[in-house]
């Protein structure tokens, strides 16, 4: 996606254009109907969404997950599905208490239900507090804490809502990303396990994740959500400098100054091979039960328990 030029014209109604892509030029209107018409189709497409489901959306009030929650919502109104927003306050002070203010202003301007958990409650501390001692004592980077916490909250108490579908906000960016992350430090099985709808097997105490946008750009997000007038913060969090992503992340953006659509390369082709890599990955994945929460896992006890017995350690010595 390019900047449209002042002089650009809309393709279909000869209007000032504000996006430009391989040729196409939307104007305002034209692009908020192309963008959300893009997410229904991928909706569609892979069955997302149907008749009967009650949908989770998994909302931080930033950009991604506050475009996914409103047209997740139109979905559902339309088709008179029920659907609600669940957010985690992972405690990032002047970062995600800022969000979800502006979170719980937008759901009730929309009239949508939200529920709402904090680490803080549910592990004793915040990510801000963590964040030192998981780095220096573990040599855990704080998104990669961050995740293993905010996913076993998301699978558990979307369950508990009787959610039978979770809404995430991933877009084609973070996509192509997460391909090439597992492919550099050689997991092609968590490959396996994305695409529209996350897994390889199905599982009754997982919830299934699915994506609306992830045919949409982190580019196109943000233009879709500043034309519709969202109230956001669109800076990213303080805690993912050290994160891998970042660095993969400045690599595509490198890429794409020569090849402009080779984030939207990378996710077709992964798309080919998933069916394979599926039918590859399923066979060799044993799910138990982990022996201290009961959740599916892969090993004995699951990635979340092991990580808050690091963190239950760390407040006993602190005593």
Same mark, same amino acid.
């Given at each position: 996606?390019?900047?449209?030029?002042?002089?650009?014209?809309?393709?279909?109604?000869?209007?000032?254009?504000?996006?430009?892509?391989?040729?196409?030029?939307?104007?305002?209107?034209?692009?908020?109907?192309?963008?959300?018409?893009?997410?229904?189709?991928?909706?569609?497409?892979?069955?997302?969404?149907?008749?009967?489901?009650?949908?989770?959306?998994?909302?931080?009030?930033?950009?991604?997950?506050?475009?996914?929650?409103?047209?997740?919502?139109?979905?559902?109104?339309?088709?008179?599905?029920?659907?609600?927003?669940?957010?985690?306050?992972?405690? $990032?002070?002047?970062?995600?208490? #800022? /969000?979800?203010?502006?979170?719980?202003?937008?759901?009730?301007?929309? !009239?949508? @239900? =939200?529920?709402?958990?904090?680490?803080?409650?549910?592990?004793?501390?915040?990510?801000?507090?963590?964040?030192?001692?998981?780095?220096?004592?573990?040599?855990?980077?704080?998104?990669?804490?961050?995740?293993?916490?905010?996913?076993?909250?998301?699978?558990?108490?979307?369950?508990?809502?009787?959610?039978?579908?979770?809404?995430?906000?991933?877009?084609?960016?973070?996509?192509?990303?997460?391909?090439?992350?597992?492919?550099?430090?050689?997991?092609?099985?968590?490959?396996?396990?994305?695409?529209?709808?996350?897994?390889?097997?199905?599982?009754?105490?997982?919830?299934?994740? $699915?994506?609306?946008?992830?045919? #949409? /750009?982190?580019?196109?997000?943000?233009?879709?959500?500043?034309?519709? !007038?969202? @109230? =956001?913060?669109?800076?990213?969090?303080?805690?993912?400098?050290?994160?891998?992503?970042?660095?993969?992340?400045?690599?595509?953006?490198?890429?794409?100054?020569?090849?402009?659509?080779?984030?939207?390369?990378?996710?077709?082709?992964?798309?080919?091979?998933?069916?394979?890599?599926?039918?590859?990955?399923?066979?060799?994945?044993?799910?138990?039960?982990?022996?201290?929460?009961?959740?599916?896992?892969?090993?004995?006890?699951?990635?979340?328990?092991?990580?808050?017995?690091?963190?239950?350690?760390?407040?006993?010595?602190?005593?």
């Amino acid at each position: 996606m390019k900047k449209a030029s002042k002089t650009a014209k809309c393709t279909l109604c000869s209007k000032k254009s504000v996006y430009s892509n391989q040729g196409t030029h939307y104007c305002r209107n034209h692009f908020i109907s192309y963008f959300e018409m893009k997410v229904y189709k991928t909706i569609e497409k892979y069955k997302l969404i149907e008749k009967g489901d009650r949908v989770c959306v998994a909302a931080s009030g930033g950009k991604d997950s506050t475009a996914a929650l409103y047209l997740v919502d139109k979905y559902c109104r339309k088709n008179r599905i029920e659907c609600f927003a669940l957010s985690i306050d992972e405690g $990032i002070d002047g970062y995600r208490d #800022v /969000s979800i203010d502006g979170l719980r202003a937008f759901c009730q301007e929309h !009239g949508i @239900k =939200l529920f709402e958990f904090s680490f803080k409650k549910l592990y004793g501390q915040t990510m801000d507090q963590l964040r030192e001692t998981m780095l220096k004592e573990h040599n855990k980077r704080p998104c990669s804490v961050c995740g293993i916490l905010r996913r076993r909250v998301l699978n558990v108490e979307s369950r508990n809502l009787k959610s039978t579908k979770l809404v995430t906000g991933h877009n084609l960016d973070d996509e192509a990303q997460t391909f090439i992350m597992n492919v550099y430090q050689g997991s092609m099985a968590h490959n396996a396990k994305m695409g529209p709808i996350s897994g390889i097997k199905q599982d009754t105490k997982f919830v299934p994740r $699915i994506k609306p946008l992830y045919l #949409v /750009s982190e580019a196109e997000t943000t233009l879709y959500t500043k034309l519709k !007038g969202f @109230k =956001l913060s669109y800076h990213p969090c303080p805690h993912s400098d050290l994160s891998f992503r970042r660095f993969i992340r400045g690599q595509l953006s490198e890429l794409v100054k020569i090849l402009p659509n080779a984030k939207y390369g990378i996710v077709n082709s992964f798309l080919e091979i998933l069916p394979d890599l599926k039918r590859k990955y399923r066979c060799s994945v044993e799910l138990r039960e982990c022996e201290t929460c009961g959740e599916p896992t892969t090993q004995r006890k699951c990635n979340a328990c092991l990580l808050e017995e690091k963190i239950h350690s760390k407040l006993a010595n602190d005593f």
